[in-house]
């Protein structure tokens, strides 16, 4: 395993969780919007630059929010609440964009909103599984080396 600091782990993987997903969600697109890479790879590329964005804004606003009620464990609900509150303001930026991009209605820009989501939480979930087993935590890393 390797082992990183906290910081490099959070670099590495939002930059290789990155580049993974342009690659693959093009490739979707291109299925769903029946186009070809030199239109859906911009798409893709706008998509992962706001996701990024996004997650950096609402996280630290759903921080503030957290220690403002002084919460001190996330519970399923509040979990279910951060989960739900990021991917619906991410729908929120990213149908405008598949509308305009593709000239497409909002029905059909939900149903490709419907199917990337549900790709990014298989990809997530698969990613975060591999990229744990490549990458440690630094703190599992001290307490294996203590015992």
């Not at 609900?77 to 989960?83: D, L, N, Q, V, Y």
């Not at 909002?106 to 909103?113: D, G, H, S, T, W």
Request: glycine share 2%; net charge neutral; aromatic share 14%.
């Amino acid at each position: 395993m390797i082992t990183l600091s906290p910081l490099k782990r959070r670099l590495t993987y939002v930059t290789v969780f990155e580049i993974i997903a342009i690659i693959l969600s093009t490739l979707l697109l291109m299925m769903l919007s029946h186009s070809d890479a030199s239109e859906s790879l911009p798409v893709a590329i706008m998509m992962s630059v706001a996701a990024v964005i996004w997650n950096f804004i609402y996280n630290t606003a759903f921080e503030a929010w957290e220690r403002r009620k002084r919460l001190v464990h996330r519970t399923l609900w509040i979990r279910s609440a951060h989960a739900v509150g990021f991917e619906g303001g991410l729908v929120l930026i990213c149908l405008p964009l598949y509308m305009v991009w593709y000239d497409i209605g909002l029905i059909q820009a939900f149903k490709m909103e419907v199917a990337l989501l549900l790709f990014f939480l298989a990809y997530t979930f698969l990613f975060t599984m591999a990229f744990d087993k490549i990458f440690a935590l630094s703190y599992q890393h001290e307490s294996a080396a203590a015992s």
